[in-house]
T-cell receptor, first 113, second 115 residues
Framework: DAKTTQPPSMDCAEGRAANLPCNHSTISGNEYVYWYRQIHSQGPQYIIHGLKNNETNEMASLIITEDRKSSTLILPHATLRDTAVYYC??????????????FGKGTLLTVNP | DTGVSQDPRHKITKRGQNVTFRCDPISEHNRLYWYRQTLGQGPEFLTYFQNEAQLEKSRLLSDRFSAERPKGSFSTLEIQRTEQGDSAMYLCASIPTSGVDNEQFFGPGTRLTVL
C-alpha cells in the first residue's frame, strides 16, 4: 500500500491560509490522493481528491506536484472550526473499480484566534 | 450528517462478552466499508461489501470478528469474546453504486470500551 507522510501537527492563525503538506513518493500512476479531516470523536469528513491536476472546491484547494510524489492541501481562510486532524490518503485499489482508503496518522491542525 | 448512521454510538462491555454494531448506509449506496480506529491512529480498513457479498477482509479481522450485510442494505459487525485490545472506534462508510471517482461517506462511529 502506498504510504503517506505528514507532519504530526501545525498551527495557523485564524483568517490566514493553512497549507498542509503530504509526501506520497510511492504512489502509483492510477492512485488518487484524498484528503479527509476528523474533528474530535466524529467520523472522517471528505474534503477533496485529485489524480494529477490541481483541484478546488468550496472547502479547499489541492495542489499535486508534477511528479505526483507530494501534495498540499490549502484552506484559504482558516477558521476556528477548521481545527481537526487532517488525513492525506492514497486510495488503494482492491480490484476492478473497488478500492479502500489507507489512512496514516494525519496532521493535527490547530487554528488559533 | 453524511446520511450514514451507526448504532450504538457508545458501547461499554466486559472482557469476554459479545457485542454487535449496526451500520445503515445511504440508501442508494451498494458499497460498504468497516474501519477501526484506535486512539491516536488513523482509521484502518477492516472489510468491504458490495451489495451482500463480502469481497475483502483485512488481516486485522480475526476469527472473533464477523461482518454481514444480509440484504445488501444495513450491515452488522460482531465481535465475540471481546478483549481489551478491541477497544476502539468502529467506523462504517459507504459509496454510490457506480463510478470510480467518488468519496466515501463515513458514519459517526461506534466507540467500544472493553473493561
Amino acid at each position: 500500500d502506498a504510504k503517506t507522510t505528514q507532519p504530526p501537527s501545525m498551527d495557523c492563525a485564524e483568517g490566514r491560509a493553512a497549507n498542509l503538506p503530504c509526501n506520497h513518493s510511492t504512489i502509483s500512476g492510477n492512485e488518487y490522493v484524498y484528503w479527509y479531516r476528523q474533528i474530535h470523536s466524529q467520523g472522517p469528513q471528505y474534503i477533496i481528491h485529485g489524480l494529477k491536476n490541481n483541484e478546488t472546491n468550496e472547502m479547499a484547494s489541492l495542489i499535486i506536484t508534477e511528479d505526483r510524489k507530494s501534495s498540499t492541501l490549502i484552506l484559504p481562510h482558516a477558521t476556528l472550526r477548521d481545527t481537526a486532524v487532517y488525513y492525506c490518503i492514497v486510495r488503494t485499489y482492491l480490484y476492478g473499480s473497488n478500492y479502500k482508503l489507507t489512512f496514516g496518522k494525519g496532521t493535527l491542525l490547530t487554528v488559533n484566534p | 450528517d453524511t446520511g450514514v448512521s451507526q448504532d450504538p454510538r457508545h458501547k461499554i462491555t466486559k472482557r469476554g462478552q459479545n457485542v454487535t454494531f449496526r451500520c445503515d448506509p445511504i440508501s442508494e449506496h451498494n458499497r460498504l466499508y468497516w474501519y477501526r480506529q484506535t486512539l491516536g491512529q488513523g482509521p484502518e480498513f477492516l472489510t468491504y461489501f458490495q451489495n451482500e457479498a463480502q469481497l475483502e477482509k483485512s488481516r486485522l479481522l480475526s476469527d472473533r470478528f464477523s461482518a454481514e450485510r444480509p440484504k445488501g442494505s444495513f450491515s452488522t459487525l460482531e465481535i465475540q469474546r471481546t478483549e481489551q485490545g478491541d477497544s476502539a472506534m468502529y467506523l462504517c462508510a459507504s459509496i454510490p453504486t457506480s463510478g470510480v471517482d467518488n468519496e466515501q461517506f463515513f458514519g459517526p462511529g461506534t466507540r467500544l470500551t472493553v473493561l
